[in-house]
């Protein structure tokens, strides 16, 4: 069956552009995750969903950054004027269920450059 | 706050060698334990887990045990194939916070013929 898909899988942005990344879940999935993973680091919480409930936000790294899934399915992480060190790997996950001992399905990643 | 501390790498070893990569972690109440990896070109995919203390995680030939006394969370394989380089990451998830999960650095292996 289908994984996680992110799109897209690359993006170049200048300094200042807004950028939105998408995340498309397995369908079913309640829990879905955003992450950041910078070169050489393992990924870092952003964010949290519980279906359309984003629960937690409290690794957002500043009010630039913004997220979404307003029908408990795709989700959508969006930076507005982008800074180069927001340059790092989007990672998003989603679980069947909630809870800590759940496995979390990984997308590919979207890989930012801000130049 | 929650923490993961591995082993740092890159490390290199050659077929059918013995593997280990070390794992700790510094947690608030009863978090679950996951080896994550990820192959060249791949996405991250779950290795193994373990959800409380005493439990072992297998898959593939590799092991971890969560050990609460010493808080690790070591990766082992007896006998290492080309196939397994890949980058392998420690992880752990509260329960109080629905799954959100803390990485550490991620390991590289490499596994010369």
């Known amino acids: 069956g289908a994984g996680v898909s992110q799109s897209p899988r690359y993006k170049v942005a200048k300094r200042g552009q807004d950028v939105a990344l998408r995340c498309d879940p397995i369908s079913g999935h309640v829990s879905l995750f955003w992450y950041q993973q910078a070169l050489g680091q393992g990924p870092e919480f952003l964010t949290y969903?519980?279906?359309?409930?984003?629960?937690?936000k409290s690794g957002l790294p500043s009010d630039r950054f913004f997220a979404e899934r307003p029908e408990g399915s795709v989700s959508t992480l969006k930076i507005q004027r982008t800074q180069q060190e927001d340059s790092a790997v989007y990672l998003c996950?989603?679980?069947?269920?909630?809870?800590?001992?759940?496995?979390?399905?990984f997308g590919p990643g979207t890989r930012l450059t801000v130049t | 706050g929650n923490s993961v501390t591995q082993m740092e790498g890159p490390v290199t070893l050659s077929e059918e060698a013995f593997l280990t990569i070390n794992c700790t972690y510094t947690a608030t109440g009863y978090p679950s334990l996951f080896w994550y990896v990820q192959y060249p070109g791949e996405g991250l995919q779950l290795l193994l887990k373990?959800?409380?203390?005493?439990d072992k995680g297998s898959n593939k030939g590799f092991e971890a045990t969560y050990r609460k006394e010493t808080t690790s969370f070591h990766l082992e394989k007896g006998s290492v194939q080309v196939s397994d380089s890949a980058v392998y990451f420690c992880?752990?998830?509260?329960?109080?916070?629905?799954?959100?999960?803390?990485f550490g650095d991620g390991t590289t292996l490499t596994v010369k013929p």
């Open positions: 969903f519980q279906n359309e409930a984003q629960l937690d």
């Open positions: 992880a752990l998830s509260d329960g109080t916070n629905a799954g959100k999960s803390t």
């Open positions: 373990a959800t409380k203390a005493d």
């Open positions: 996950a989603s679980s069947l269920y909630t809870g800590g001992g759940n496995e979390q399905y």
